[in-house]
């Protein structure tokens, strides 16, 4: 038998203390959770409501099949910033009448779903996931464009997001608009530029210019529905293709385009029958231990979330910082790299390269669990060749084109976090448990190295160094980095795709294959040059 034998005490006093950090964290998590969930507030969700019409989530809600689940992707994003959490949209991945879809929809209880920087990025984010994982595209409509105040962070870089659709259609992957209200300036051009798309009769209101702007600029009179309502599209313009009586009548139809797509999956499929895991997902939350620099056994991690407990590990005897191998999640083949001790050796990188070679050969996606502090340092290790061997990691990475699917349980510093398929290696999903943080180094690590180098600077000029300031310096910086390492303000950054519960590792892991197999899975042979 090759299932783990979990090392993991639930009874002991590192195990509770570990589970107590972890909750702690994801209460402050779902505090900020909330705060996308309100939208724009109570006072504006019931104008919404008064109008007659439904919020994005209730609409996405009514759109995807009943019991289904619904991947919600960057729920954080705009944290920190002056806008509101959530970035005035709602985005991700539902079943539609059996199809794995991207959904994008305008949250118009906030500022009317205009777009602000953050809302662009988070839609062109699921663009991407959309093109990598052939997903079908539905936008749900309901946009006053760019907010003007921040336009010059939106208009320019805004027009990728009309370019996205494009290019996903021409890749034969569908996209679908149902316009459930204004949709105005830029707004126009997703329904533009979408494949199929359904307007509502008397609230859809499609113009590149309201009737002010048409006054201000030609000096003609309208009204909104001649303008661009539902009607005129429908009967003149013939931009809708469906003309629906209500938003209940709009997804009705939404539904219908879906079913009549006929879309089939490239994807080999799972391979096995789904076996739950040997130990419990409870146990998850008292894994990871709330000092980062104590290392935990991520063997413990993966036991909890392939199926049967079974991992085949590759090379267990070398390179032993890197957990290394092979299983199941949800009857869909992974191979995984998992850090054990934190730190990443020449033995390693070289590990992990030949492993990522097999995984291509055989079409196997891989998932990455981080937690580390980088490639080793030192004259010993530069000596033997610690670039070189990192770099053949990275480069092995950088050219795979089996999907991955990384995880940040806890550190992610440095190259190593590259090495391990960090957001600019374009893992196809990339989430964070509410215990990880990520930076060029650690926060303490950091501030004693300015503090080094601006000492030998002071010493270099002849002068004397202030002991109180260098204290006081290393303490502010060691608490900018750290307010910047953890979870939610990169979530907030769009560094990751979400910050989840690590109870919902498996499911969601499970639905990222499921989405993943929506296109095909080939690995390649053709990587860079490999330095020796």
């Given at each position: 038998?090759?299932?783990?034998?979990?090392?993991?005490?639930?009874?002991?006093?590192?195990?509770?203390?570990?589970?107590?950090?972890?909750?702690?964290?994801?209460?402050?998590?779902?505090?900020?959770?909330?705060?996308?969930?309100?939208?724009?507030?109570e006072k504006y969700v019931?104008?919404?409501?008064?109008?007659?019409?439904?919020?994005?989530?209730?609409?996405?809600?009514?759109?995807?099949?009943?019991?289904?689940?619904?991947?919600?992707?960057?729920?954080?994003?705009?944290?920190?910033?002056?806008?509101?959490?959530?970035?005035?949209?709602?985005?991700?991945?539902?079943?539609?009448?059996?199809?794995?879809?991207?959904?994008?929809?305008?949250?118009?209880?906030?500022?009317?779903?205009?777009?602000?920087?953050?809302?662009?990025?988070?839609?062109?984010?699921?663009?991407?996931?959309?093109?990598?994982?052939?997903?079908?595209?539905?936008?749900?409509?309901?946009?006053?464009?760019?907010?003007?105040?921040?336009?010059?962070?939106?208009?320019?870089?805004?027009?990728?997001?009309?370019?996205?659709?494009?290019?996903?259609?021409?890749?034969?992957?569908?996209?679908?608009?149902?316009?459930?209200?204004?949709?105005?300036?830029?707004?126009?051009?997703?329904?533009g530029m979408s494949d199929?798309?359904?307007?509502?009769?008397?609230?859809?209101?499609?113009?590149?210019?309201?009737?002010?702007?048409?006054?201000?600029?030609?000096?003609?009179?309208?009204?909104?529905?001649?303008?661009?309502?539902?009607?005129?599209?429908?009967?003149?313009?013939?931009?809708?293709?469906?003309?629906?009586?209500?938003?209940?009548?709009?997804?009705?139809?939404?539904?219908?385009?879906?079913?009549?797509?006929?879309?089939?999956?490239?994807?080999?499929?799972?391979?096995?029958?789904?076996?739950?895991?040997?130990?419990?997902?409870?146990?998850?939350?008292?894994?990871?231990?709330?000092?980062?620099?104590?290392?935990?056994?991520?063997?413990?991690?993966?036991?909890?979330?392939?199926?049967?407990?079974?991992?085949?590990?590759?090379?267990?005897?070398?390179?032993?910082?890197?957990?290394?191998?092979?299983?199941?999640?949800?009857?869909?083949?992974?191979?995984?790299?998992?850090?054990?001790?934190?730190?990443?050796?020449?033995?390693?990188?070289?590990?992990?390269?030949?492993?990522?070679?097999?995984?291509?050969?055989?079409?196997?996606?891989?998932?990455?669990?981080?937690?580390?502090?980088?490639?080793?340092?030192?004259k010993e290790y530069e000596?033997?060749?610690?670039?070189?061997?990192?770099?053949?990691?990275?480069?092995?990475?950088?050219?795979?084109?089996?999907?991955?699917?990384?995880?940040?349980?806890?550190?992610?510093?440095?190259?190593?976090?590259?090495?391990?398929?960090?957001?600019?290696?374009?893992?196809?999903?990339?989430?964070?448990?509410?215990?990880?943080?990520?930076?060029?180094?650690?926060?303490?690590?950091?501030?004693?190295?300015?503090?080094?180098?601006?000492?030998?600077?002071?010493?270099?000029?002849?002068?004397?160094?202030?002991?109180?300031?260098?204290?006081?310096?290393?303490?502010?910086?060691?608490?900018?980095?750290?307010?910047?390492?953890?979870?939610?303000?990169?979530?907030?950054?769009?560094?990751?795709?979400?910050?989840?519960?690590?109870?919902?590792?498996?499911?969601?892991?499970?639905?990222?294959?499921?989405?993943?197999?929506?296109?095909?899975?080939?690995?390649?042979?053709?990587?860079?040059?490999?330095?020796?």
């Amino acid at each position: 038998m090759t299932a783990i034998r979990s090392t993991l005490d639930p009874a002991g006093e590192d195990f509770r203390a570990a589970s107590s950090s972890m909750s702690d964290k994801l209460v402050e998590i779902r505090t900020e959770f909330d705060k996308a969930l309100a939208g724009g507030g109570e006072k504006y969700v019931a104008r919404h409501r008064e109008r007659g019409k439904m919020t994005a989530r209730e609409r996405i809600e009514m759109l995807i099949d009943e019991d289904s689940a619904f991947l919600e992707l960057c729920p954080l994003a705009a944290y920190g910033s002056d806008f509101q959490v959530g970035a005035s949209a709602v985005t991700g991945i539902g079943v539609v009448e059996g199809v794995e879809c991207m959904i994008v929809a305008n949250d118009p209880t906030v500022k009317g779903g205009t777009s602000n920087p953050w809302t662009l990025r988070k839609i062109l984010r699921c663009n991407d996931i959309a093109l990598q994982n052939r997903l079908p595209m539905i936008s749900l409509v309901e946009s006053g464009g760019a907010d003007l105040p921040t336009q010059k962070e939106v208009f320019v870089p805004g027009g990728r997001m009309f370019r996205d659709l494009t290019r996903l259609s021409a890749a034969g992957i569908p996209t679908i608009a149902l316009v459930f209200g204004n949709s105005t300036a830029g707004g126009a051009y997703v329904p533009g530029m979408s494949d199929h798309v359904v307007m509502i009769e008397n609230a859809s209101k499609v113009f590149l210019g309201g009737p002010p702007l048409v006054k201000m600029a030609t000096g003609e009179d309208s009204d909104d529905e001649s303008l661009g309502g539902a009607q005129m599209h429908a009967r003149q313009s013939g931009l809708a293709d469906y003309f629906a009586a209500d938003e209940q009548d709009a997804v009705r139809l939404g539904r219908r385009i879906v079913s009549r797509l006929n879309w089939r999956k490239q994807g080999p499929g799972p391979v096995a029958e789904v076996l739950e895991p040997r130990y419990d997902a409870e146990e998850l939350l008292g894994i990871v231990p709330s000092d980062l620099k104590i290392p935990f056994n991520p063997r413990d991690v993966i036991a909890r979330v392939v199926d049967d407990s079974d991992f085949d590990e590759f090379k267990p005897d070398y390179g032993s910082s890197l957990c290394t191998g092979w299983a199941r999640i949800h009857g869909y083949p992974v191979g995984i790299l998992a850090n054990a001790q934190g730190v990443l050796f020449s033995q390693e990188s070289q590990k992990a390269t030949q492993f990522i070679q097999l995984a291509n050969r055989s079409n196997t996606p891989l998932l990455f669990l981080h937690n580390t502090t980088g490639y080793m340092v030192g004259k010993e290790y530069e000596q033997n060749g610690i670039i070189k061997h990192g770099s053949m990691m990275i480069n092995a990475v950088s050219n795979s084109t089996v999907p991955h699917i990384s995880v940040l349980m806890g550190a992610s510093y440095g190259a190593g976090h590259y090495g391990m398929c960090g957001r600019a290696y374009d893992p196809r999903f990339l989430f964070a448990w509410p215990s990880a943080k990520s930076a060029v180094m650690g926060a303490a690590q950091l501030a004693g190295v300015i503090s080094i180098v601006s000492r030998a600077a002071t010493e270099a000029r002849g002068g004397t160094v202030d002991e109180s300031a260098d204290a006081a310096m290393k303490q502010m910086i060691e608490a900018q980095i750290e307010a910047e390492s953890v979870p939610a303000f990169l979530s907030g950054m769009l560094y990751d795709d979400g910050v989840i519960d690590p109870r919902d590792t498996r499911t969601i892991l499970g639905l990222c294959l499921s989405a993943i197999d929506s296109g095909p899975v080939e690995g390649t042979s053709n990587f860079g040059v490999f330095r020796m």
